[in-house]
């Protein structure tokens, strides 16, 4: 399916056509650069997405699929900018508790049916209620809609939610609490708007190819489980004619390298760089290696709780540890990915974070070492009393690679004795939850750009909270920025605390490394959270 | 023969209960449940989603209404982990996607098992014996974990003949490695246990026997030591033609099938609990099937066994 965006080009093509068949599909309208006939954008998914259903779906590979195929009230560019989506703009009153939001009077359905505001209250009702169950109603409630918890709780009525159509236009939310960047929050696939008379005639199914409408760019078109999901031009949306890809397959490859081999044979035009490799292919294709940092932190957390080792509620052990880990051994030998070294629990890479000026960021490895050896002396372990702890991880290769060479670094500097184990992932997570744990291994991936995403997890109510580690003065820091206008110096504070009380030895910060073909113009890399809209990228002519 | 098949059917069903039963406590006693995951739900959210599966009643009444469903409405519930499908669906879908290429690895690996192990029998101790049982040891020997990643290295990155992975409805460009990669070890024991039974069958009396009263060569193979030499190898293909079902889970993660292989045991890792007992009932009446079947074909192949 081939669309020709205007007049014009269309007589630009024709007599290119006859010219040179070459550039039968034109050139882009900003960048000039020649566009390839095909206009196919295959991508490599590890695994089969959970679901396309916006208000359902929990996983990132799930997520990207929604978000081509629906579109909110706001949307990100190539920077992580907000920019217009179904709503062209937005009002909000002064304590930001009520947010207006105007939508186009273009926007469609792929059945032609308008996108009205009604589709958005219906859709935001059906995220919290109990029926439903949508294991994501808990991003209602941390965008702070009047009511959103006490439906989830099933202690009022869906209606009661604070969002209001207005009119088939506006769209009017009350939050319970003052939220600046409730708009952002808009970008994400749970407060996508959803098709009404295509689920309650369709039930559970109403997400297959042959029954789903849409009102994105793309539609599904196309769904084999564990094999492949094709998405295609939507020729009803809006902004049709600027979209330039027109279709997107997304390959379930299960195995990295077989991947990178696809990726090679010309068959993907993006897939993951297996650990390690990162630094050949860079050699090999640097037109098509690329790295560049991700909202993920990788940590190891302490056991503080109750039930934790005696040894670890020593903060000068604590902090030893911290110290003899060589991040540059980690990211450079290990990883070998372009991955940051971690000095803060926040990734740098976090929007409007700035990390404090720590101790252990400023001097070198060789003084850290020292630093270290001083430490654990302190507390009382040498050669004749070595500290012995056991750490665990999710079985993985790179995790026990890591793991490994962490252990060999304590035992070498510091004569620490510690003993590995990996888990199967669900054991693991139960294990670690249940504070079963000396050592075990963390990572978290942002849920948002703002450094809250990662700084709640230490605080005490936190559920993710798996070393129960307690500080009041970070507890009132975090509260006090929930409201606050200027959020940086606050986090900066907390990351300060973080560094002197060592409840966690981060490691590492993500990276996305990815083999990207060339010929694809326009990856967001420098989207932090990778939010990437298929109508935003386009094929070059090779 | 006819009463001793509904005889085995019917004793089928106390063992696929038992099989059920098992399957659903032992699932369920594995640590970490379907929404264990690394963002503990919120605990309302968490009561809401068990409640709509069910998982909020006693053991025993969620055990009951599963049975109830599958017997009734032909219904295995719905998937904890693919929120838009339910293992009807997902079965429906992967089953004969495994079917096509196990059965076509079955036939391959059987075809060439048997006419190695044939051929090596009767040239014994000439080069044919040798690269026979060369080719079948190292067949045998190369695992299929390794063999997946070199197919797809050889044929699709260096000589770019065939697909890298995929389905496609099952074209046959799609369906060459995927059966190369399943049939390649059985094809190596179908060869050697061929060879040796046909070995001790051409030493036996009856064919010195057939050879002194001067049958020609080919009729003693085809109409006299064939079957007997078949016996063994049958009992060995019975479960092997269950394995090309089952055990194809590495065929779906090298070469994206989207077989029912790797649904099986990503509903393990996931405790996906409906997924796995269906695919698991699934398997387990294919086992008892098969297992009449083999057990049936002993009859025609030996005179001795009648039932």
Known sequence: MKHIRNSALATLVATTMLASPVLAAGTHPTTGEPLADDQTFTYRVLDEHSSVDPQVVEDVTGAEVVRDLFEGLMNQDE?????????????????????????????????????????????????????????????????????????????????????????????????????PYFATMTTHSTLFPAPRSVIEAHGADWTKPENIVSNGAYVLTEHLPNERSVRERNP???????????????????????????????????????????PRLKEEHPEEAISFPRLCNYYYTFNLSNDGPEQFKDVRVRKALAMAVDRKIIVENVLAGGQPEAYSFTPAAVANFEPPASEMASITQAERDAKAKELLAEAGYGPDNPLKFSMIYNTSESHKKIAVAMSQMWKQKLGVEAELGNMEWKVFLETRGNQDFELARGAWCGDYNEASTFLDLLTTPSGYNDGKFSSAEIDSLMTQARTASETSDLYTRVEAIIAQEQPVIPIYHYAGVYMLDSDVGNWPVNNVEQNWYSKNLYKIAE | MLGYSIRRLLAAIPTLLLLIAASFVLIQVAPGG??????????????????????????????????????????????????????????????????????????????????????????????????????????????????????????????????????????????????????????????????????????????????????????????????????????????????????????????????????????????????????????????????????????????????
């Open chain 1, 79 to 179: 920077d992580g900018n907000l920019v217009p989506g179904v709503a062209t703009g937005f009002t909000t009153n002064d304590d930001k508790t009520v947010y207006t939001f105007t939508l186009r009077d273009n926007a469609k359905w792929s059945n032609g049916d308008p996108v009205v505001a009604g589709d958005f209250v219906y859709a935001w009702q059906r995220a919290v209620d109990p029926e439903l169950s949508s294991p994501y109603a808990w991003y209602m409630e941390i965008t702070s809609i009047e009511n959103a918890a006490k439906i989830i709780a099933g202690d009022a009525p869906i209606t009661d939610l604070g969002v209001k159509a207005i009119d088939d236009r506006t769209l009017e939310i009350t939050l319970s609490a003052p939220l």
């Open chain 1, 236 to 278: 009803m949306y809006w902004d049709n004619e600027n979209t330039i890809i027109d279709k997107v397959v997304a390959l379930v490859i299960n195995d990295e390298n077989v991947a990178l081999t696809r990726y090679m044979a010309g068959e993907l035009d993006r897939t993951e760089v297996p650990a390690g490799q990162f």
């Open chain 2, 34 to 307: 379907p929404f264990t995951s690394e963002r503990p739900l919120p605990p309302q959210v968490l009561a809401n989603i068990e409640a709509r599966y069910g998982l909020d009643q006693p053991m025993w009444k969620q055990f009951w209404d599963y049975l109830y469903n599958i017997v009734f409405h032909f219904d295995f519930g719905p998937s904890f982990k693919f929120k838009d499908r339910d293992v009807n669906d997902i079965i429906a879908q992967g089953f004969p996607i495994s079917l096509t290429y196990g059965f076509l690895s079955f036939l391959a690996a059987t075809s060439v098992g048997v006419t190695l192990g044939v051929a090596a029998a009767i040239r014994h101790n000439t080069w044919i014996d040798y690269f026979a049982v060369s080719l079948g040891i190292a067949a045998q020997a190369l695992p299929n974990f390794i063999m997946g990643p070199i197919l797809i290295l050889v044929f699709t990155l260096y000589l770019g003949w065939l697909p890298g992975g995929g389905w496609n409805g099952g074209a046959w460009p799609y369906l060459i490695m995927p059966v190369i990669a399943l049939s390649t070890s059985y094809m190596g024991s179908i060869a050697r246990i061929t060879r040796s039974s046909m070995l001790e069958v051409l030493n036996s009396n009856y064919i010195r026997t057939a050879r002194a009263k001067g049958i020609p060569e080919r009729q003693i193979i085809w109409k006299h030591a064939m079957k007997p030499t078949l016996l063994p190898v049958v009992s060995y293909l019975g479960p092997v033609f269950v394995y090309v079902l089952t055990g194809s889970v590495f065929v779906d993660i090298y070469f994206s099938t989207g077989g029912l292989g790797q649904a099986y045991v990503g509903s393990a890792l996931s405790r996906d609990y409906s997924v796995l007992l269906g695919v698991t009932i699934l398997y387990g009446g294919l086992t008892v099937l098969v297992n009449l079947i083999t057990d049936l074909a002993y009859a025609w192949f030996d005179p001795k066994i009648r039932y």
